[in-house]
């Protein structure tokens, strides 16, 4: 049986944004809002998972990437995450891009944009501002369909 880096090198990126969808479900099946991310390392493992939280956790911080950060730098045993790669259901707000930043992220992956509160292209764009001393790439629109479904699913369903 193939190891998880080895099945994502053959499906990559989209392997790692549907392990992303997987956990925005499971955050749906507990009643948060449906968002997932993992994060990957440069040989492609993945290192961190994380999915909306704030309910459950009564924290306002515990969305899905900085809950996939927390769990990749103890993995890691760092506070740095040089050379990985976050995958992530919805457009990230600002606290979470000020914590890829801090977190020094190499690559942003996601799905659905977030036209309320999305910064990197609903609203702003924080990635691309030059005061910055870490800059990420960023590519959006990766399996939105599925994600934007799944996030129009669960708001159909609380109305």
């Not at 956990?23 to 993992?38: H, I, K, T």
């Not at 036209?115 to 609203?123: K, L, Q, Y």
Request: hydrophobic share 35%.
């Amino acid at each position: 049986m193939p190891t998880e880096a080895e099945q994502a090198r053959v499906h990559k990126p989209e392997y790692y944004m549907h392990r992303a969808l997987e956990l925005a479900q499971l955050a749906a099946d507990q009643g948060e809002v449906p968002v997932g991310a993992v994060i990957v390392d440069s040989t492609g493992a993945i290192i961190g998972r994380g999915y909306n939280q704030c309910i459950s956790n009564h924290d306002a911080t515990a969305h899905a990437e900085i809950q996939a950060i927390r769990d990749a730098c103890k993995t890691l045993n760092n506070y740095r995450l040089n050379d990985c790669d976050l995958y992530v259901t919805l457009e990230p707000c600002t606290m979470c891009i000020g914590a890829l930043i801090q977190a020094r992220i190499r690559n942003v992956f996601y799905a659905a944009r977030e036209p309320r509160t999305g910064a990197i292209e609903s609203v702003c764009n924080l990635p691309a501002q030059p005061w910055y001393n870490h800059h990420l790439q960023v590519q959006g629109g990766l399996l939105k369909k599925q994600s934007k479904n799944l996030l129009e699913d669960f708001f159909t369903q609380r109305r």
